[in-house]
């Protein structure tokens, strides 16, 4: 092929969609964000987050310096004293909201546990008196690795009570996982479980940890809590249960004032290499943007019963299901285990039973619960769902709309949130009362936030182009770096685009400028030149009828650089065949054009992802190009590869 890669646009812009849903009116009457937030922060974007910083947060000191920006090193809200425990819980206990629940947990097994304020705010002063009696001082890092009980949130805010940063490492984890992260952030204490439930079946935690705090030098004692019951062996002098250590600690633990910089917490992701990076973020600014975010996104009112289905593990959870909804006094839902436990429609009968009102979630949850049809929401009395949110990937226009039909009963607007572990809190997204929506577009920046799609050299994409996602201007809930490695902070994030922050995804804009994420930038295909994304493909495969959830990868082609190599999985009662396969590959040509026409389509009963709900495209692209796999430990389901790549070898060819 003699095309000039130099002529292309970066990427291909494929799918157009023309649906739109503008709010109601009544959803726009009572909403409590309006389109005037926009003006106001482009006025003076500085301005805009100092007269939030002051309404929201409750000040020990109140700050001198609303920004220092040294590029990419930020400082916000500085001079200014906090306590972010303080800010979560003391102030709405004094202001009469002691007996208004926190959180309504729900264990997998049916055991349930409601949490008021007053009772969060006692949890935290005994775990925080722990924690000091076990020498934990303001500045220490201490290591949290337990399944979703209401003892994780309670932990991750008597850290703060001291000052003192927490490192969530997510209940799924090796041992050999939670050893590295315990080392890289140097923590003095770890707090965890004997287990939890999943799928009806206990899960053991105790001895992974065992066996990580074997080559983890600076742990000095544990807090175990009794979830399961079971028993089992605790190590003299290093252990101690939480029921014991926790439960004879006063309820009384004054907040630690702290900086506004001081670190809040270290979150690991994995990078391309193998080394984890502890993502920091710290204490003012983080609040700020998580709680504010919280409120104008779901459009959060005091009578609410927000539910956010992800896991505290993950940085979802650590902004909306702690921090974010906490400071704004919200009542959350909490539930431990599996969505098809005892059966696919739990969700649904917890949504029902708490009359929850807004719910957010990811969109392979979205596609699996698609996978089993409608008739489990429709057993359930959903309509006290109000708002709906997806996060983590970007969302099928198909999934989107069965999203909004079968959860939200047509009424619910869906915000489809952007955002990163980087940026520690929502950056692009609807206003629910503001924006027309458009299925499977996150649509505009947040106010306060800039956002452009460039080109490889840096410029602008005009509207209806493809290219790279940048922020071109600091935001206070932005980390603060890579925990102890500052020059893989700049060059990760701050030197492909000098001056730009780039965040690894593909993104484009329409002519209407709504944006469209397009994954990470690393799972672009090049495909005779054109450089198209996988998503725009999968959700055209996705709007088939019988299709459920799809992943695309590239594979090597002699012809044309790489070719498109689709694995789907089929909706419930639907049978692969070959004719099927053809059928799907046509309507790919029928919906996108025929370059984009899958070359290979595979049928697999499941996908690869990571334990956070990300298919791994890498690992696809191993079994596409039949090569060795790849490191495989953040992996959710190891199986799964087996079977697809058992399949591998029959998949239809043109
Ligand atoms: C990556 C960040 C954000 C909290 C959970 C994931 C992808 C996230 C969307 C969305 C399209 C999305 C991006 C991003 N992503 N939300 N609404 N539409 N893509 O946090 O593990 O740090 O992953 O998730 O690729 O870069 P994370």
Redesign the pocket.
């Known amino acids: 092929m003699s095309v000039d890669p130099s002529s292309r646009p970066e990427i291909e812009n494929l799918l157009a969609e023309a649906r739109t849903f503008p709010p109601s009116a009544e959803f726009s009457a009572q909403a409590t964000a309006t389109a005037d937030l926009y003006a106001e922060a482009e006025a003076d974007f500085e301005a805009f987050w100092a007269k939030r910083a002051h309404e929201r947060i409750s000040w020990f000191t109140p700050f001198e310096t609303t920004l220092e920006w040294d590029l990419p090193f930020a400082k916000w809200f500085t001079g200014g004293e906090l306590n972010v425990s303080y800010n979560c819980l003391d102030r709405h206990v004094e202001r009469g909201l002691g007996d208004k629940v926190a959180y309504h947990w729900i264990g997998e097994p049916g055991d349930t546990r409601t949490l008021t304020y007053r009772d969060l705010l006692g949890e935290v002063c005994r775990a925080a008196n722990a924690l000091r009696e076990l020498g934990v001082q303001k500045g220490d890092r201490v290591a949290i690795y337990m399944p979703m009980i209401p003892e994780l949130p309670v932990a991750m805010l008597a850290c703060a009570r001291l000052g003192a940063a927490h490192t969530v490492i997510f209940g799924g984890f090796s041992a050999e996982a939670l050893s590295d992260r315990i080392n890289d952030a140097q923590a003095k204490v770890l707090i965890t479980a004997d287990g939890g439930w999943r799928r009806g079946k206990p899960v053991g935690l105790k001895h992974h940890a065992d066996e990580a705090l074997a080559s983890t030098p600076s742990i000095n004692g544990t807090i175990v809590v009794d979830r399961l019951g079971g028993g089992i062996h605790m190590v003299e002098g290093r252990d101690h249960w939480w029921h014991e250590i926790v439960a004879r600690q006063s309820d009384v633990c004054p907040p630690v004032p702290v900086e506004s910089e001081q670190m809040l917490y270290l979150l690991y992701?994995s990078g391309t290499t193998a080394k984890p990076k502890g993502?920091v973020h710290t204490s003012a600014g983080y609040l700020l943007q998580a709680s504010f975010t919280h409120e104008v996104v779901f459009d959060v009112k005091p009578d609410d019963v927000y539910w956010c289905a992800?896991d505290i593990g993950?940085?979802?959870g650590h902004?909306y299901i702690v921090y974010g909804p906490l400071a704004n006094a919200t009542t959350g839902v909490m539930y431990e285990g599996a969505p098809d436990t005892p059966d696919w429609d739990r969700w649904w009968q917890i949504v029902e039973d708490y009359k929850v009102s807004i719910l957010y979630c990811?969109?392979t949850a979205i596609r699996a619960f698609m996978k089993q049809g409608e008739t489990y929401p429709a057993k359930h009395d959903l309509s006290s769902l109000r708002v709906l949110g997806?996060?983590?990937?970007?969302?099928n226009p198909e999934a989107w709309l069965w999203y909004h039909d079968n959860i939200g009963g047509g009424r619910a607007p869906i915000v489809?949130?952007?955002?990163?572990?980087?940026?520690g809190a929502?950056l692009?997204?609807p206003l629910p009362g503001v924006t027309t929506t458009k299925p499977g577009s996150?649509t505009f920046p947040m106010p306060g936030i800039a956002v452009d799609v460039v080109d490889a050299k840096g410029d602008s994409v005009p509207l209806g182009g493809g290219g790279y996602?940048v922020l071109k201007r600091p935001w206070p809930s932005m980390l603060r770096g890579i925990y102890g490695d500052p020059d893989r902070y700049r060059s990760t994030y701050w030197s492909r685009f000098p001056g730009m922050y780039f965040?690894?995804?593909g993104a484009k804009r329409d002519l209407d400028g709504y944006l469209w994420?397009?994954?990470?930038v690393d799972d672009v295909m090049n495909i005779a030149g054109h450089r198209i994304s996988t998503?725009e493909i999968e959700s055209a495969l996705v709007d088939h009828k019988s299709v459920a959830e799809a992943a695309v990868v590239g594979k090597s082609d002699d012809i044309t650089g790489q070719a498109i190599f689709a694995f789907v999985i089929l909706r419930a009662g639907q049978e692969p065949s070959d004719a099927l396969a053809v059928q799907l590959r046509e309507h790919v040509a029928y919906v996108i054009g025929p370059i984009a026409r899958p070359k290979y389509l595979m049928f697999t009963p499941d996908l690869p992802k990571?334990r956070?709900g990300?298919i791994m495209r890498r690992l696809l692209r191993d079994i596409a190009e039949g090569r060795v796999l790849g490191d495989t430990t953040t992996l959710a389901d190891a199986n799964v590869v087996d079977v697809i790549r058992d399949k591998s070898g029959s998949a239809e060819e043109d």
Do not use: C, M
């Open positions: 992701t993502i992800a993950w940085v979802t902004s990811a969109p997806s996060v983590g990937e970007p969302i489809d949130t952007w955002w990163q572990t980087e940026t929502i692009i997204s996150a996602l965040a690894g995804d994420l397009l994954g990470r998503i990571t956070s990300k």
